[in-house]
């Protein structure tokens, strides 16, 4: 992986776990908005930010309640989601894919707390949360930094791994 790549999804990473960390008092549990998840809209411009975003979703659950559990389903849930938003063509349909995967996220909180209860409950509000900073704000805020010449050309474009 050549040291732009790499540095690139460093950053990412980076970004997302501090986000996170920092807004942890809404990042985590079954009600939770993750405003880090406006990054995800990246591996939908070029699918190898699915690195960056996926890792940086591992190391800011690692301070998650849920532990291995989160770490498992969630980042499952970022990276699946992240795969199937990069194969699609229309960023509005490809935006839905985190809300819509949401039900992993509910399966690692079920086990966790060993009741699956709530189940469609915690899905819900999950899939409600990851709309709002996906298909809602992220689309929005990349709609207009498409606009800006150094980031349509230096960020949003694919870049050689």
């Known amino acids: 992986m050549k040291t732009k790549v790499l540095t690139r999804q460093a950053l990412v990473a980076a970004i997302y776990f501090v986000v996170t960390y920092l807004l942890r008092d809404f990042s985590y549990g079954p009600v939770q908005f993750r405003i880090a998840e406006v990054l995800n809209i990246l591996a939908w411009y070029n699918p190898v930010y699915r690195i960056g975003i996926t890792m940086g979703c591992f190391l800011a659950n690692l301070y998650s309640n849920y532990g291995i559990y989160d770490l498992i389903f969630g980042t499952a849930h970022t990276f699946i989601s992240l795969t199937l938003m990069s194969k699609i063509k229309n960023i509005y349909v490809a935006s839905l894919m985190p809300a819509l995967c949401s039900f992993i996220v509910s399966i690692g909180i079920g086990i966790a707390s060993g009741s699956m209860e709530g189940f469609l409950a915690i899905t ?38």
Not at 134 to 141: C, G, K, N, T, Y
Not at 144 to 161: A, D, T
């Open 124 to 161: 819900s509000q999950i899939m409600i949360s990851e709309f709002v900073a996906v298909s809602i704000i992220s689309v929005a805020v990349f709609k207009l930094l498409e606009k800006n010449p150094y980031v349509k050309n230096n960020v949003l474009v694919p870049i050689q791994q």
